[in-house]
């Protein structure tokens, strides 16, 4: 790994501070230490008071005089003595401390930031092509582990983005072929008729249009479940039935169109995502419902919750489907039939948005035909209040 080309690096740093706030507080330690001997020697240990002798007194007062004086000079240069002693011992052992703790403060800030060279090096090897990389930091939940884990987050954000722009750019390369080619011998047959009458020009441009729209409508949905791999926005708790009835209303005329009655039975079940990409998820379910059923047919949709989940099951009726092929649905563009139109995305974004957002989605092909989906998705308490909103159906 390159170290960083200043020398004084967070570790040197963190050394030199170990070290200078254990010489302040030693020195200031020693220096209390030092007074308070000095204090008791000069008041305390007076060599002729520890002895327990009186003052010498004599009948020559000069010779008691010149005893007294002799024994207060020896006793103030044994406490002298002592105290020079005692300050070149103090010294001796706040130099050799302050070097032990140098040293002890490099080894503690080299392990102290071991997590942050593993998280550097983990940053430097990271590119396009290897995000799915993690630093996967054990230890205690410090501040660390924590900065290693938001650095984990981010990367599998960013690794899920890169993996949606490559979906995209990979699906939409390979679904724009078809109607490019098509615009491209309508133009062609038309250019090379010298004799083509503006009817056939309109036939050509109406062809054209008809197909541009198409395309629209593709990366419409392509852009929808590249977003829908990865949730962005303000997630907030959202009823699912509420939701669900809003859908059913807004789609009832194409159902009528369709000959599809209809079922309901919507019980509370609260959910925490994107409001935008939930409906998103209903409507592409009831759209698939209702354009592979049959005429005279039905479509059901219940919400409920249970325990820590909430589930939204989408059944219709319609032809007998294999079981193995059903379970293939949710790929992009895996259609049974291309008489109900669209491009087999619908499924493909219910999967993406439902696991978005923690869930899952199962597909069941019942013996009497049609198809069952059912979306489970964790719950939000039963006491969160779902905040009001604009309806804002999209449709694709």
Request: aromatic share 4%; proline share 4%; charged share 25%.
């Amino acid at each position: 790994m390159r170290k960083p080309s200043n020398a004084r690096t967070i570790r040197l740093r963190l050394t030199v501070t170990y070290g200078v706030v254990f010489l302040i507080t030693g020195t200031v330690l020693l220096t209390i230490g030092y007074f308070l001997v000095r204090h008791n020697l000069n008041q305390r240990l007076g060599l002729r008071r520890a002895l327990g002798l009186p003052p010498f007194r004599s009948s020559q007062d000069q010779l008691s005089d010149s005893l007294n004086r002799y024994f207060d000079e020896y006793r103030q240069k044994l406490i002298d003595d002592t105290l020079n002693r005692l300050l070149l011992e103090y010294i001796a052992a706040l130099v050799a401390m302050t070097g032990i703790s140098v040293v002890a403060g490099w080894l503690l800030a080299g392990r102290a930031l071991a997590p942050l060279r593993k998280i550097t090096a983990t940053a430097r090897r990271v590119s396009g092509e290897n995000l799915g990389e993690r630093i996967a930091l054990e230890g205690p939940q410090d501040e660390l582990k924590a900065l290693a884990d938001t650095f984990d987050g981010m990367l599998a954000r960013l690794d899920n983005a890169f993996a949606s722009q490559r979906h995209f750019v990979a699906n939409a390369s390979h679904e724009l072929r078809t109607p490019l080619a098509i615009m491209r011998t309508e133009i062609d047959v038309s250019l090379a008729d010298p004799d083509a009458s503006v009817d056939d020009l309109r036939a050509m441009g109406d062809a054209v249009r008809e197909t541009i729209d198409r395309s629209e409508t593709l990366i419409a949905a392509l852009l929808l479940l590249a977003r829908s791999e990865s949730v962005a926005g303000r997630a907030e708790p959202v009823d699912l039935a509420a939701m669900a009835g809003d859908c059913v209303t807004d789609l009832h005329a194409h159902a009528e169109n369709a000959e599809i009655e209809i079922q309901t039975d919507l019980r509370p079940a609260i959910a925490r995502g994107e409001p935008r990409l939930l409906e998103r998820m209903i409507v592409n379910l009831i759209d698939n419902g209702v354009r592979y059923n049959e005429p005279g047919g039905h479509l059901s949709l219940a919400t409920a919750t249970a325990g820590d989940s909430t589930r939204l099951t989408v059944a219709n009726s319609g032809a007998v489907i294999d079981p193995e092929q059903a379970q293939a649905l949710t790929e992009p563009f895996r259609r049974l039939s291309r008489s109900g139109g669209g491009f087999g995305l619908g499924l493909s974004i219910v999967r993406s948005v439902a696991e978005a957002h923690g869930g899952s989605v199962e597909l069941t092909a019942p013996a009497e035909g049609g198809l069952v989906v059912t979306v489970t998705l964790p719950a939000e308490p039963a006491s969160v209040v779902v905040p009001r909103r604009q309806r804002s159906l999209t449709k694709s």
